[in-house]
């Protein structure tokens, strides 16, 4: 009888080995994570928006997903928006390809209240196929040359000078697919992109109140039309690396000079500067 008893618990041991490790094997690898303690409220709403279609098919568009998250803290007197560029959404600015905190854990840790959106047409902010226009991609080729390792097509003299993407920017670099996997089509169409985001933005204005405006690349032009169409609610625009150069949209190889110098559609700010003086 001690024998069996002995058989037993052996087994018993064996397997609870055996499914310890089955455990070990289903056990999810890790996932980048970060510190959340400076955020005091995570929400999100949507701003703007249309109906568009006759009666019994009508359905929204031009509408825009705000994500927003406010700091334990309150240190800043005006709040942030952050509005990404070219195929990228609000997670641009949530972390980075090689699992660091983005750039909104750091403005919410500095006192900010933080607004991220997805530009109108792309992401959580609804395309519709017949409505919204033609779509664009990058290739991963494309992204490689001018953003991750451009230093290794040399198509601009200080090319070779880039140093700061970790991994290698090549294709199959696990930083550099983690970065690309993010990547989303977004409306091929520039001027009526500029026009959604003005009207977008100054729509979460109206709701929000006073803001910082901080725009990147492709959104570099969104500022200066947003600061005309709410002039009183935009108290600064930074625009980090904005598309340009201003009167050439050279990023896009298009060799096009932009209609209204630094955008795509008339600016009021612009009108006015060219009114010629006395």
């Known amino acids: 009888m001690l024998y069996r008893i002995v058989i037993v618990a052996a087994l018993l041991v064996l397997a609870s080995i055996g499914n310890s490790a089955q455990a ?31 009666p019994g098919e ?18 800043q007197r005006y709040p942030l928006v952050l509005v990404h560029g070219a195929a990228q959404t609000a997670t641009n600015w949530m972390g980075t390809p090689d699992g660091r905190p983005g750039w909104a854990d750091y403005f919410v840790a500095q006192g900010y209240t933080v607004y991220m959106v997805d530009q109108p047409a792309r992401g959580r902010s609804p395309w519709l196929p017949d409505v ?12 490689e040359s001018r953003f991750t390792a451009p230093e290794a ?12 993407w970790p991994g ?26 500029q026009r959604l985001n003005q009207q977008a933005v100054a729509a979460l204005l109206d709701r929000i109140g006073p803001a910082i405006i901080l725009t990147h690349s ?38 096009k000079a932009r209609a209204w110098g630094v955008a795509d559609i008339p600016s009021l700010t612009i009108r006015r500067s060219a009114i010629p003086r006395n």
Do not use: C
């Not at 690309?180 to 001027?191: E, R």
């Open 58 to 75: 009508q359905r929204m568009h031009k509408q825009m997903y705000v994500e927003v998250l406010t700091p334990r803290r309150s240190r």
């Open 24 to 54: 070990a094997d289903r056990t999810p690898k890790p996932v980048p994570s970060y510190d959340q303690s400076a955020i005091a409220h995570r929400g999100y709403f949507y701003v703007g928006g249309a109906y568009v279609g006759k």
């Open 153 to 164: 097509f040399n198509l601009w003299p200080q090319a070779k000078l880039h140093s700061q």
């Open 218 to 255: 492709q959104s570099g032009p969104f500022g200066w039309l947003i600061a005309d169409a709410r002039p009183q609610l935009v108290k600064a625009v930074v625009a980090v690396e904005p598309a340009g150069p201003p009167f050439e949209n050279a990023v896009f190889d298009t060799k």
């Open 132 to 143: 919204d226009g033609k779509l664009a991609t990058f290739a991963a080729e494309a992204i």
């Open 168 to 193: 290698t920017g090549h294709i199959g670099d696990p930083v550099f697919d983690a970065f690309y996997a993010t990547q989303v089509p977004y409306l091929a169409d520039a001027a009526e992109t």
